[in-house]
């Protein structure tokens, strides 16, 4: 099932304490001019499958043959312990932030991995989803007082998919 901001969710999935936090717009149009400009860091590529080259923005899979812009970004900024670089993708042409926040998305279910942080930005605590119920998991880590924010990264690549936050 697709909400109107095109975000994929399981029908019976039931409304939890935290919001989903999709990547700004701000930072989705820096990557698309950094594209156009021709940044050697940011490359466009074409989806050769429907399983990878997930927007950041949208939190939509690509379908094979469409473009998205492959860049570094930086979830943790640097100057921290967990800080780290890596690469994620958003649409090659602007696309409309996911606005359905209320929900964990059905499609990033399998193969990620969930961790809490605190508000000096170190990780406190981290669990694999592999298409078990995440929400339990969030919501376990957001019953942490010292939890100030939580963040799903792929557990295959290590990429930054969303940030999560309590409501």
């Given at each position: ?88 993708f958003v649409h090659a042409k602007r696309c409309k932030r996911c606005v359905a926040t209320h929900e ?62 309590r409501i």
């Amino acid at each position: 099932m697709r909400d109107q901001g095109g975000c994929v969710y399981a029908a019976l999935m039931k409304t939890s304490k935290f919001r989903i936090v999709p990547l700004p717009t701000e930072i989705a149009d820096a990557a698309l001019r950094a594209a156009a400009s021709g940044a050697p860091d940011h490359a466009v590529v074409t989806a050769d499958s429907s399983t990878g080259y997930p927007c950041r923005h949208c939190l939509l899979w690509a379908q094979p043959g469409e473009r998205r812009i492959l860049f570094p970004f930086a979830a943790i900024p640097s100057g921290r312990p967990y800080a780290e670089s890596g690469p994620i993708f958003v649409h090659a042409k602007r696309c409309k932030r996911c606005v359905a926040t209320h929900e964990f998305p059905a499609d990033f279910r399998k193969g990620r991995v969930i961790r809490a942080y605190n508000s000096d930005r170190n990780m406190i605590d981290a669990e694999v989803v592999n298409g078990n119920e995440p929400e339990p998991i969030i919501e376990k880590f957001l019953e942490n007082p010292e939890t100030a924010f939580v963040h799903v990264r792929s557990v295959s690549r290590g990429c930054y998919t969303m940030q999560i936050e309590r409501i």
